[in-house]
């Protein structure tokens, strides 16, 4: 079974949104995705209300989920990890404790984008109409990233 895992900041708006996204394009017998953060700040809470919103507004439930933060055990869990944003990005590189670490991390955007190095922006402190954009651009990705996690054997 591959193991993907997503990661933003407090697991509450963007990461919550790409597992959801991910599972609904994957068999989940053959794939395992979750999502974590790189802070504490919210650990054991639901995903943002307007994350759960856009989600059911697409017909995906993210309301089983609840925030936890990215461990360096994730590295021995998860065979991908995309991070939302390059701060995220250089927090997961830094609890790396080798190349194969490093090596499991990816900015999720460089699957829509290859090497522009784009960040997901973060949605918090904006309106709906932030996470509906969100949304469009994480969908995008993971649908990238279910048609090559369905060519892996």
């Given at each position: 079974m591959k193991k993907v895992?997503?990661?933003?900041?407090?697991?509450?708006?963007?990461?919550?949104?790409?597992e959801?996204?991910?599972?609904?394009?994957?068999?989940?017998?053959?794939?395992?995705v979750d999502s974590a953060g790189t802070a504490a700040y919210h650990i054991g809470?639901?995903?943002?209300?307007?994350?759960?919103?856009?989600?059911?507004?697409?017909?995906?439930?993210i309301t089983n989920q609840r925030a936890?933060?990215?461990?360096?055990?994730?590295?021995?869990?998860?065979?991908?990890?995309?991070a939302m944003d390059q701060s995220n990005y250089q927090n997961i590189?830094?609890?790396?404790?080798?190349?194969?670490d490093k090596g499991k991390v990816h900015l999720i955007l460089n699957e829509t984008q290859p090497t522009k190095n784009?960040?997901?922006?973060?949605?918090?402190?904006?309106?709906?109409?932030?996470f509906e954009?969100?949304?469009?651009?994480?969908?995008e990705a993971c649908e990238i990233i279910a048609n090559k996690l369905s060519k892996i054997k």
């Amino acid at each position: 079974m591959k193991k993907v895992l997503m990661v933003c900041l407090g697991n509450i708006c963007r990461s919550p949104l790409a597992e959801g996204l991910l599972v609904s394009k994957v068999n989940d017998d053959e794939i395992f995705v979750d999502s974590a953060g790189t802070a504490a700040y919210h650990i054991g809470k639901l995903p943002d209300e307007r994350s759960i919103e856009v989600a059911r507004k697409h017909r995906i439930d993210i309301t089983n989920q609840r925030a936890r933060k990215f461990t360096v055990k994730d590295f021995d869990i998860f065979d991908f990890i995309y991070a939302m944003d390059q701060s995220n990005y250089q927090n997961i590189l830094t609890l790396a404790r080798n190349q194969v670490d490093k090596g499991k991390v990816h900015l999720i955007l460089n699957e829509t984008q290859p090497t522009k190095n784009e960040s997901v922006p973060d949605p918090y402190y904006g309106g709906n109409q932030g996470f509906e954009n969100v949304y469009t651009m994480l969908n995008e990705a993971c649908e990238i990233i279910a048609n090559k996690l369905s060519k892996i054997k």
